[in-house]
């Protein structure tokens, strides 16, 4: 990964999306967030239990989010699983063959996550910035006896 996580996101798509998305731009990324969070966990689920229709759904999901919000390597992860367990439902397989996708899109989306909350938390895009208000006191002592 380069350091602007420019093969993760394509942060011209991410900027367009914040535009056009205007104030609810925060709420929806939140939505991708939580959403992301749930279609991750519900597909390693489904692999461990080895149940190809659950697979279906949340990488559905993961998909069209990640689309909206230029995270292409993602989405590609996603509709390779989506599709894979289509067409293992129709041929009445397990898809084993999906187990290092499903690893690949657990690390991608973590790493989209935290590229998404460096470009839109002020607290952690800020180079030096340790969190909390203001300077931190040096005069602690001042004024004691």
């Not at 290092?100 to 590229?115: E, N």
Request: net charge neutral; glycine share 8%.
């Amino acid at each position: 990964m380069d350091e602007t996580g420019g093969d993760i996101v394509d942060w011209g798509h991410f900027e367009k999306a914040r535009a056009e998305l205007g104030p609810g731009f925060i709420r929806i990324l939140s939505y991708f967030r939580e959403d992301g969070v749930k279609s991750v966990a519900a597909i390693e689920q489904a692999m461990r239990e080895e149940n190809t229709v659950a697979l279906v759904m949340p990488a559905h999901t993961i998909k069209g989010e990640a689309r909206q919000f230029g995270a292409e390597p993602l989405a590609k992860v996603a509709e390779l699983i989506e599709s894979t367990a289509r067409l293992c439902i129709e041929t009445r397989r397990f898809p084993d063959e999906l187990v290092a996708d499903v690893v690949k899109m657990r690390k991608l989306f973590d790493q989209t996550i935290a590229l998404f909350d460096q470009a839109t938390n002020p607290l952690k895009s800020r180079p030096g910035a340790q969190g909390g208000f203001g300077r931190r006191a040096n005069n602690q002592n001042f004024g004691r006896i």
